[in-house]
């Protein structure tokens, strides 16, 4: 089965400061991607960035970069120079295969300090 | 439309009572999914359509649990005899194809279904 776990249901940072948000996930799949969506309290999910686990090379988009430990099934996200606009639930997905459901992490809620 | 809709935004219905919650995806996006978020919880798939088949049906919680498309547009999710563990976000999302490596997802803005 694929799993994605989340283990920090909450994150706090000070503004302009660096915070990196964990997710660890599970498949037998070889050929998978991984992505990351910001939830803010209008609910819409926004897609912040995308790894696809052929590539070594980690994403990256403007703040936001990946750290993809592929062996160690690790996929953590870094939000560089954090804004008060970044406050917001964060999830860690999975791609689920040829439906094209994701599988999603419990999310983790960042609270970013002024 | 620009994105894509859902409505209500907001539902408050009484336990044992019908309801519909209703998804207008992105036009042209052929594959629409809901998923349920519960309190504390990350995204639950529930079903997919391609144009207006759903091929899968498992993820749906329970047989009071059904959902339809029509016209390869609008789907309607219906939830009957609505029990308390229902009470939920119910978000759709729809895509050019299936698949999110190539096409990538929209996301609506949710149904918050409250059941008292």
């Known amino acids: 089965a694929q799993t994605v776990t989340q283990s920090q249901p909450e994150m706090s940072v000070q503004e302009a400061e660096t915070v990196t948000l964990s997710c660890t996930y599970d498949?037998?799949?070889?050929?998978?991607?991984l992505f990351w969506y910001k939830q803010p309290p209008s609910r819409q999910m926004i897609l912040v960035i995308r790894q696809e686990a052929y590539k070594q090379q980690n994403a990256t988009e403007n703040r936001f970069s990946v750290n993809f430990q592929k062996a160690a099934k690790s996929f953590s996200l870094k939000i560089s120079d954090s804004q008060l606009g970044d406050a917001a639930m964060y999830f860690c997905a999975l791609d689920g295969g040829s439906q094209g459901n994701l599988i999603f992490g419990k999310g983790t809620k960042l609270s970013v300090k002024p | 439309g620009a994105g894509v809709s859902q409505s209500p935004s907001n539902k408050v219905t009484e336990k044992g009572k019908d309801v519909e919650l209703r998804c207008d995806p992105i036009s042209g996006h052929t594959a629409l999914y809901w998923y349920r978020q519960s309190l504390g919880q990350g995204l639950e798939f529930l079903i997919y359509f391609q144009g207006n088949s759903a091929p899968d049906k498992s993820g749906l919680p329970s047989d009071r649990f059904s959902a339809e498309r029509t016209g390869g547009s609008v789907s309607t999710l219906t939830i009957q005899r609505t029990q308390q563990e229902d009470s939920a976000v119910y978000l759709c999302?729809?895509?050019?194809?299936?698949?999110?490596?190539?096409?990538?997802?929209?996301f609506g803005s949710g149904t918050r279904l409250t059941v008292v």
């Open positions: 498949t037998s799949e070889s050929d998978y991607y």
């Open positions: 999302a729809s895509s050019r194809g299936l698949g999110l490596r190539t096409h990538g997802y929209t």
